[in-house]
Every structure is written in C-alpha cells, then in structure tokens.
C-alpha cells in the first residue's frame, strides 16, 4: 500500500506492506486523515513514534473498515468509522484499536469525520471537568488560546455548546467573525492585545487552554480568576519559565499538562468513550461541526505541513486518499 514515510527530514510517498489487524484491532481503508502539530515534529525528527506504532505519520483518519481481527467485531466490516490513532495515518489503510474508533456522525461527510477524533479528545479530556461545576457556576468565562487552529474552532463550540462557557479566545484578527460564528463570545488579537489585563478587568477565567507554553505562562496565571486552572497542551514558544508561585496559593490555581498520544491505551479507550457518550450527540445534531480549511490529497502532505507551519489558516487541514 501507499504510505507517507519520512526520509531526512521529508515526507515521501513510499510502497510498505499491508497491515493486518491485531484480536483486538480493526483494519480501516483510509478516506482521509486529519494533520497534526505533532506530525510535523515527527518529520522534524522531535517526536518519535510510540513503540507498536507505524513509523509515518498520523493520529487522526476516517474510512471504512474493512476487516477486523477478531470475531468480536466483524459486525463492523463495512461501517463508516473515524479514529484516535498513535501513528501511521498517512497511508491507505491503518490498523487501530476498536477502542479508539468512533463512528462516522450523523450529517458529517466522511473526510470532515477526519478533523475530529484528535481535536475532540484532547478538548474533553482537557475541559470534561469543568462539566460539573458549571452546573452550579453560571457561564463562566474560559480563555482558548489559538481559537482558528484545528483544536481551536473544536475547543471554541465545545466551550459554547457543551459547558455553556463565555468563550474567549486569541486568534489573528481577520478571523474574528468565523470564531464569533464558532460560539466565540471576545475575539483577542494575540498579536495586539493584552488578553490577561482585559481578562482581569473582567473577573479572570476559570480555565484557560493553551499551546504556547513558556512564553504564555506569567499571563495565563494572571488572567486566571480564584481557582481557576490552567491546561497547558502544547510549548510552542517554550518549556521552561519562572513564575510567581505565591498567585497559586492565593488564587488557588491549578497548572496542568498532558498530551493525549503518551496515555496508556486504556485513558485513551476511556476518553474516546466518554467522547462518544458526551461529545458525539451534539455533534449528530449539527452543534458541534468540524470545521475543514484546507484539503489537500495525501501525496501532498509535505504541502500540507508547509501550510500548518506557516500559520495563517482556518480550522483543520485533510489529507484525503483520492
Ligand atoms: N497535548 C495534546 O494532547 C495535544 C493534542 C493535539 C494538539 N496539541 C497541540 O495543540 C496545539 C494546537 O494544535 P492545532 O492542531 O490546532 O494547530 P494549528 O491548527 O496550527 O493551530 C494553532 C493556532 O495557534 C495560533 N497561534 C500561534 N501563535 C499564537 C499565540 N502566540 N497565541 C495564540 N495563538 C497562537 C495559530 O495562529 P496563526 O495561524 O496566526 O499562527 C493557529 O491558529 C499545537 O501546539 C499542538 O501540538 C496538543
């Protein structure tokens, strides 16, 4: 089968043999596969595969199963399906855990599907504990840095929809009224303004989502209101940073990181279940879509990966097989 490799730091189109699921595996035909931060710090040689894993890129795709490695689930053999995976999306056909497949939503074109396992774990499993306190909490105010990324446009309508949040969020300006239409209630320049002082002066936030990192990290604790807590998922612009560790204590603030890729495989089959239980209704009825800005065929990932590391795009960018 075709498969993306990478060779000296490219990506290249490449003739590896077919993989054959596992007991406890299905085998999907790819329709397409959704592009990652983290594939393009593979290809950078920053990111390597986790053991078990194909050696190409992709942690996301949709398709068709097409065979399953166990009579437990040959019911699905034929079944529109998308999927969390560790690696080895960019390629034909993928083997995956039948724990971490979700079934294509309702209304949602099967290469669009692609865009959402990766954007709807990491969200949930980053903001599912706000769920209950904003029972009790009314609209709280949440910061997402990065509101146009391919986490961004899943995190802004699952804040809106699902934790009934007011929505912050930072992004170019030019995107302002697409984020608006996502359930962004303010649109901050990242560029031009001072997030943490408007979101001072508006009572702090209650949890902030970020990627930044180091360069982040004195603002975030500043915008963050009393007990709020700050999830750091990407360092984008660094790791290391001082701060001041007395607002934790006085604010009793929380700083948490995870990345989804490195959980044991049974958090991930958890978290995809609760995806499919909280997260996937809403998206069957149209509240939550995935949000495409650019497609592009899988033997043009390297393109892909130029246009993810140039910045300046809307929503997630596909990879699709024909
Ligand atoms: N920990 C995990 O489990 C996990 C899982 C998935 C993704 N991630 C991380 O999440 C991040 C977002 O991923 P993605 O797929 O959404 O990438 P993406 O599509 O490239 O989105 C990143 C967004 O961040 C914006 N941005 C750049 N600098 C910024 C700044 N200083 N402040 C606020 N926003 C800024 C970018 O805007 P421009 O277009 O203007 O550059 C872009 O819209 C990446 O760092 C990725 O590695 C982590």
């Not at 060779?7 to 035909?29: F, K, M, S």
């Not at 009572?203 to 750091?232: M, S």
Request: aromatic content about 4%.
């Amino acid at each position: 089968m075709l498969a993306l490799t990478v060779a000296d730091g490219n990506l290249v189109p490449d003739t590896v043999p077919d993989p054959e699921p596992g007991p406890e595996e299905v085998l999907i035909e790819v329709a397409a596969a959704g592009v990652n931060r983290a594939d393009l710090l593979q290809v950078a040689g920053h990111y390597p595969p986790p053991a078990g894993a194909p050696a190409w890129p992709g942690l996301e795709v949709a398709g068709t199963i097409v065979a399953v490695g166990g009579d437990d689930n040959s019911s699905l053999v034929g079944t529109e399906v998308c999927a969390l995976l560790p690696g080895g999306g960019y390629a034909e056909l993928v083997t995956v855990d039948a724990g971490l497949v979700l079934p294509r939503p309702e209304g949602v074109e099967l290469v669009e599907a692609a865009a959402l396992p990766e954007a709807a774990a990491t969200v949930h499993s980053n903001l599912s504990y706000l769920i209950s306190p904003i029972v009790e909490e009314f609209s709280p105010k949440v910061l997402l840095h990065g509101g146009a990324g391919g986490i961004g446009t899943f995190a802004l309508q699952y804040a809106k929809r699902i934790l009934g949040a007011e929505v912050w969020t930072t992004a170019r300006a030019q995107f302002t009224e697409d984020l608006e239409a996502l359930g962004a209630d303010r649109v901050l320049d990242y560029r031009e303004d001072d997030f943490a002082a408007e979101m001072r002066a508006a009572g702090g936030a209650r949890a902030v989502l970020d990627h930044i990192g180091a360069a982040n990290l004195e603002d975030n604790l500043k915008a963050l209101g009393v007990d709020g807590q700050l999830n750091i998922i990407g360092l984008q612009k660094g790791r290391t940073a001082e701060i001041d560790l007395g607002t934790l204590l006085a604010k009793r603030q929380k700083i948490t990181g995870t990345t989804l890729r490195s959980r044991p495989i049974e958090q991930r089959r958890q978290i995809v279940g609760e995806v499919f239980e909280r997260v996937w209704p809403v998206v069957d009825d149209g509240l939550i879509k995935p949000v495409v800005g650019t497609r592009l065929p899988l033997k043009q990932a390297a393109e892909a990966h130029s246009i993810m590391q140039a910045g300046g795009h809307l929503g997630k960018i596909v990879l699709t097989a024909a």
